[in-house]
Structure formats: structure tokens, C-alpha cells
């Protein structure tokens, strides 16, 4: 299953709010999750089953959408929120992950 | 808080067999998935595979066979085996573990091995 992630990269402003789109090749239900990277660190869990925020991850971030659709959206943008942006599915085996949004101060 | 740790060598040359170690502090080992993923500049984040503490496995078939995963609960350890390297290989690794089999709750720093000639 592809997924294909929109934008590749999001030049943004603290204190704004962006919304990242992940598209599944086919139906993948609510199994996505959606992880953060910064330069040289291993990715961080955000979300999982679409819409569920992980514990100790901020309510800024939020995940939305179901079949082949979904987004990820962040509030009020912090400065530690500029990183890279991936989403993974799960429904089916091999996972895959998206290509990433690099979200770049503006 | 489970931590994870990646070790073992850094550059291997073609048709060599990598072996990996992941170190597990903070938590146990027992009823939890855990597995490997790489990362690389062209092909971005790919899921090598999981082991289940049953013995119940996941793996990338693109691999074709080269892959496995050893968990050893006694050490807190699990490892990492890919024979008949190539350059294609040379990737930043990052040991896992996997929530119910399904996605990554926990992450090493990841370790960068390097295949040349």
C-alpha cells in the first residue's frame, strides 16, 4: 500500500495552524498513525488509529479521516513543532510510510 | 519508560551479514513485538519486520528471505541478522517496538551502517 503525503514541505510561522494530508493507494480503515522527526533523532509517535493522540503528546496535534484519506493537523504552532512529518499504515503487511512533510519556518 | 539502544559495527562490505543488537532498559520484554526499521535518503522509512516474545513473526518480503530477528528475554536483548548485503543496505537502523504488532511506540536512536567495497 503507497501513501503519498501533501505537501513535501510547509513553510509555516509560529503560531499558525497547518494541516498535512496522507493518501492510502487503497482502504486502510483507521489504521494510520502519524509520527514526528527531527534532524538526527529517531521519529516519535503522534497519533495512532487515525485519531488518537499518544500519551504526553501536546492536544495541539490532532488526526483526522478513515479509507484512504487522512490528515494531521497542528495548532498554534511552536517552535519545537518544526520537524518532519511521516505517516505509517498498519492495515495490511508490509507497513509502509509516507515520504514525509518537512514543516520549515517561514 | 522502555528505552532502546542500537549497537554493532558501522561499515560492512558487500555479501557480509549484518548483525545488529538492540539493548531494552525500562521495561519488559515479555508480551511485546519488536522489530527493526531503516531509514535512507532515497526510500525514506521501511519496516524491515517483528518478532513476537511467542516466537510469532512479521517480515518484509522484499527482504527475500535475508532477515531475521532473535529475541533474547534473559539479556533484554534482541537482534538484527541481514546476510548478502549490498550497497543498497547502507541505511540508518532503528530498533523498535511495536504496539499489538501494528505501529511504533518506542524507538532506538538508530545506528548508521554503511555497505562498500
Known amino acids: 500500500i503507497q501513501l503519498t503525503q501533501s505537501p513535501s514541505t510547509l513553510s509555516t510561522s509560529v503560531g499558525d495552524s497547518v494541516t498535512i494530508t496522507c493518501r492510502a493507494s487503497?482502504?486502510?480503515?483507521?489504521?494510520l498513525a502519524w509520527y514526528q522527526q527531527k534532524p538526527g533523532k529517531a521519529p516519535k509517535l503522534l497519533i495512532y488509529?487515525?485519531?488518537n493522540l499518544e500519551d504526553g503528546v501536546s492536544s495541539r496535534f490532532s488526526g483526522s479521516g478513515s479509507g484512504t484519506e487522512f490528515s494531521l493537523t497542528i495548532n498554534s504552532l511552536q517552535p519545537d513543532d518544526f520537524a518532519t512529518y511521516f505517516c505509517q499504515q498498519y492495515d495490511s503487511s508490509p507497513y509502509t510510510f509516507g515520504q514525509g512533510t518537512t514543516l520549515d519556518i517561514k | 519508560q522502555v528505552q532502546l539502544q542500537e549497537s554493532g559495527p558501522g561499515v560492512l562490505k558487500p555479501s557480509e551479514t549484518l548483525s545488529l543488537t538492540c539493548s531494552v532498559s525500562?521495561?519488559?520484554?515479555?508480551?511485546?513485538?519488536w522489530g527493526w526499521i531503516r531509514q535512507t535518503p532515497g526510500k525514506g522509512l521501511e519496516f524491515l519486520g517483528y518478532l513476537y516474545s511467542d516466537g510469532g513473526s512479521n517480515y518484509n518480503p522484499s527482504l527475500k528471505g535475508r532477515f531475521s530477528i532473535v529475541v533474547d528475554e534473559s539479556k533484554n536483548q534482541f537482534s538484527l541478522k541481514l546476510t548478502s548485503l549490498t550497497t543498497a543496505d547502507t541505511a540508518v537502523y532503528f530498533c523498535?517496538?511495536?504496539?499489538?504488532?501494528?505501529?511504533?511506540?518506542?524507538w532506538g536512536p538508530g545506528i548508521l551502517v554503511s555497505v562498500s567495497s
Open positions: 523498535v517496538r511495536t504496539r499489538d504488532g501494528h505501529y511504533f511506540d518506542s
Open positions: 525500562g521495561g519488559s520484554m515479555s508480551g511485546h513485538y
Open positions: 488509529r487515525a485519531s
Open positions: 487503497q482502504s486502510i480503515r483507521s489504521w
